[in-house]
């Protein structure tokens, strides 16, 4: 009873048409959306679709990768280092730089070690 006296105050009817009001809500909750747009026009269809999907913006992917800027300093002490570990080294293949501003590989006296320079910020 007391949704029937909220929707005649707002819609200023009666208590019959305030029942009707209610009974056609019902009715419309149970349908599914086909058999709701089933007499509506194109541009209401149109219109009804913009209304259920908001104001999402579409999404904007970035697949730019960013580049690293090379750090000749680093390079330049990798080589270094590849250079005086190339001198112990039994053969040159037992010495790998994996990455020229980071880490060389290398095996010595049959164990494997890993040099890796890291430069902390400032």
Do not use: W
């Not at 707002?10 to 058999?35: F, G, H, N, Y």
């Amino acid at each position: 009873m007391e949704q029937v006296t909220k929707i005649m105050e707002l819609l200023q009817c009666t208590e019959e048409q305030a029942k009707q009001v209610i009974e056609s809500d019902k009715q419309v909750d149970k349908m599914t959306v086909r058999e709701c747009e089933s007499d509506l026009t194109q541009e209401q269809k149109a219109s009804a679709k913009k209304a259920r999907q908001g104001d999402r913006k579409p999404t904007v992917y970035k697949f730019d990768t960013r580049v690293k800027k090379a750090d000749t300093d680093k390079a330049k002490l990798i080589h270094l280092l590849a250079d005086c570990l190339g001198m112990v080294t039994a053969n040159e293949n037992d010495l790998t730089v994996t990455n020229a501003e980071r880490q060389i590989d290398f095996v010595y006296n049959g164990r494997k070690f890993r040099v890796v320079l890291s430069a902390p910020r400032s």
